[in-house]
């Protein structure tokens, strides 16, 4: 990994209704994030914040049944033109979430600079859905697929190119909750899927060898889009959509450890840490704690 990291915070709640995420960035500096990776011998340059624009809650909705879909790639302009010059600069561009909606962001920012960039994506959660698939509306189950090429024009052209991704670079970890259409997607497009079921019959060991080998010899970066709910809530228990049966915080820092060494990792983000729904700051801290695993924290 680079030595040089550039941390980027997106303090936006607008890709879902629950409130509190946009004080994600802020609970993870404060879990002592900069302190940790410097202790590692890594320079650290905090950009602060991305500027996001007021939304009135209260308002009508729009035209779209996408819950605030202007101001949300709006933002995400904002977040990929930010990533993009970090990398340009030469830094490891690490993101805290805020909702998983910004991953349309990162992804448009860090797909600049790659032919073929792999995506491991740590969630409870596909978000794969589009307008027509998603239950809610919220765009922070839509990431990955506008990342695809799936969806709204306003999200899937985002910072003028699509798509970002192609779906054999994917690699879903810790997927427990899927709908229907999501379901679907996966199976026409061939998504790699390790679902509870798997990490549960193979081991997060077995799950995590067969990602890195398969992503390191048909990629040419790796990003991680880690959303702390797919952990089990019993360990990350401040984010807005839990769900029972999640990785277990042991299983998740192996699998830090062993991004680490495989050494394939070119960007991250970390995302949907609430602190108002959290128990004394908890969930950042294990966010901080499975960084510190990330970017070479041993224990010995």
């Known amino acids: 990994m680079k030595r040089n990291i550039s941390i980027i915070g997106v303090p936006m709640d607008l890709g879902q209704l629950r409130r509190g995420v946009d004080m994600g960035p802020s609970a993870i500096r404060y879990a002592g994030i900069v302190e940790r990776l410097e202790n590692l011998n890594y320079e650290i340059e905090d950009l602060g914040d991305i500027e996001i624009k007021f939304v009135d809650r209260k308002a009508a909705p729009g035209v779209t049944n996408l819950r605030n879909l202007n101001e949300v790639a709006s933002a995400n302009e904002k977040l990929a033109k930010t990533v993009d010059e970090a990398i340009t600069r030469g830094q490891f561009p690490l993101v805290f979430g805020g909702d998983h909606s910004i991953a349309i962001g990162t992804l448009a920012g860090v797909a600049k600079h790659y032919q073929n960039l792999g995506v491991i994506w740590y969630d409870a959660h596909g978000d794969l859905n589009t307008s027509e698939t998603s239950?809610?509306?919220?765009?922070?189950?839509?990431?990955?697929?506008?990342?695809?090429?799936?969806?709204?024009?306003?999200?899937?052209?985002?910072?003028?190119?699509?798509?970002?991704?192609?779906?054999?670079?994917?690699?879903?970890?810790?997927?427990?909750?899927?709908?229907?259409?999501?379901?679907?997607?996966?199976?026409?497009?061939?998504?790699?899927?390790?679902?509870?079921?798997?990490?549960?019959?193979?081991?997060?060991?077995?799950?995590?060898?067969?990602?890195i080998?398969?992503?390191?010899?048909?990629?040419?970066?790796?990003?991680?889009?880690?959303?702390?709910?797919?952990?089990?809530?019993?360990?990350?228990?401040?984010?807005?959509?839990?769900?029972?049966?999640?990785?277990?915080?042991?299983?998740?820092?192996?699998?830090?450890?062993?991004?680490?060494?495989?050494?394939?990792?070119?960007?991250?983000?970390?995302?949907?840490?609430?602190?108002?729904?959290?128990?004394?700051?908890?969930?950042?801290?294990?966010?901080?704690?499975?960084?510190?695993?990330?970017?070479?924290?041993?224990?010995?």
């Open 213 to 300: 080998n398969y992503l390191k010899d048909r990629t040419d970066g790796v990003h991680l889009s880690l959303d702390l709910d797919g952990l089990d809530p019993h360990d990350a228990p401040g984010v807005g959509t839990p769900v029972l049966g999640g990785i277990s915080y042991r299983e998740s820092h192996l699998a830090m450890e062993m991004l680490e060494e495989a050494k394939i990792i070119t960007s991250a983000e970390f995302v949907e840490v609430n602190p108002i729904l959290d128990d004394k700051n908890k969930t950042a801290s294990v966010a901080v704690a499975l960084m510190g695993s990330l970017f070479g924290e041993k224990l010995l």
């Open 135 to 211: 239950p809610s509306g919220n765009i922070h189950g839509m990431p990955l697929a506008a990342s695809l090429g799936i969806g709204d024009p306003s999200l899937t052209d985002l910072y003028g190119f699509n798509p970002k991704i192609k779906p054999e670079n994917i690699v879903i970890i810790g997927a427990r909750s899927l709908d229907d259409g999501e379901k679907k997607l996966i199976k026409e497009l061939g998504i790699r899927v390790y679902t509870m079921h798997e990490i549960d019959r193979l081991g997060m060991t077995k799950v995590m060898e067969d990602s």
